[in-house]
């Protein structure tokens, strides 16, 4: 079974920069595509970043376009998301999410999930 475990969230003042992971077990990273969502309080999950199985295609909400970064470590079996200038409105639970079938910015495209990292961002 697919599990997929994120870590790296934590408290950062604004401007900051934080890296997130996310580890797959029970199966091979290079065999998914990729992505990472977000949920504020009392806000939908939404679409974040994506990646290809290979790497070479990545794809960005508006919002974060420039700042954040999705990569992958086939090696290691883990998925990343490094974030520079981070906002207070960047502060929400990340998930990693994987294998997506359909529409990538659709979190119901994706059959596998972390269970989630906070991120808050101080102003």
């Known amino acids: 079974q697919v599990q997929l475990v994120d870590s790296g969230g934590g408290l950062v003042q604004a401007g900051g920069s934080q890296r997130l992971s996310c580890v797959v077990s029970?199966?091979?990273?290079?065999?998914?595509?990729m992505g990472w969502f977000r949920q504020a309080p009392g806000m939908e999950r939404e679409f974040v970043a994506f990646?290809?199985?290979?790497?070479?295609?990545?794809y960005y909400a508006d919002s974060v376009k420039g700042r954040f970064t999705i990569s992958r470590e086939n090696a290691k079996n883990t998925l990343n998301l490094q974030m520079n200038s981070l906002k207070p409105e960047d502060t929400a639970v990340y998930y990693c999410?994987?294998?997506?079938?359909?529409?990538?910015?659709?979190?119901?495209?994706?059959?596998?999930w972390g269970q989630g990292t906070q991120v808050t961002v101080s102003s």
């Open positions: 990646i290809s199985r290979s790497g070479r295609s990545t």
């Open positions: 999410a994987g294998d997506p079938v359909g529409i990538i910015y659709n979190s119901s495209s994706y059959n596998y």
């Open positions: 029970g199966g091979t990273l290079s065999s998914y595509a």
